[in-house]
């Protein structure tokens, strides 16, 4: 199983940026996936995360309204749309899937927003 993330980088308060999360290794469109992310001296916490055929998505109260998950079984990719964002949405992003009763991580993408 491998997870690899793309797409971080700096942005100006109020931009966007979309990530990508490509996965290999394992039935793709047979598994949730989510993304979390972890700020500097903070936890890692859940922001968003998409049932195995898509139907369900749930976000995080700090992104809702802001933030969109996505899911391409044709492309195994998972995405997430980052709008509107705010400075407190600098973090190190991961993409992240279990299966059976193992936790398979991305190695990370960075987020930085500022001025």
């Known amino acids: 199983v491998q997870l690899v993330e793309s797409g971080g980088g700096l942005v100006q308060p109020g931009g966007s940026l979309r990530l990508s999360c490509a996965a290999s290794g394992f039935s793709f469109s047979s598994y949730a996936m989510s993304w979390y992310r972890q700020a500097p001296g903070k936890e890692r916490e859940l922001i968003a995360s998409?049932?195995?055929?898509?139907?369900?998505?749930n976000y995080a109260d700090s992104v809702k309204g802001r933030f969109t998950i996505s899911k391409d079984s044709a492309k195994n990719t998972v995405y997430l749309q980052m709008d509107i964002l705010k400075p407190e949405d600098t973090a190190v992003y991961y993409c992240?899937?279990?299966?059976?009763?193992?936790?398979?991580w991305g190695q990370g993408t960075q987020v930085t927003v500022s001025s």
């Open positions: 998409i049932s195995s055929a898509g139907g369900r998505i």
């Open positions: 992240y899937t279990r299966i059976i009763l193992t936790a398979y």
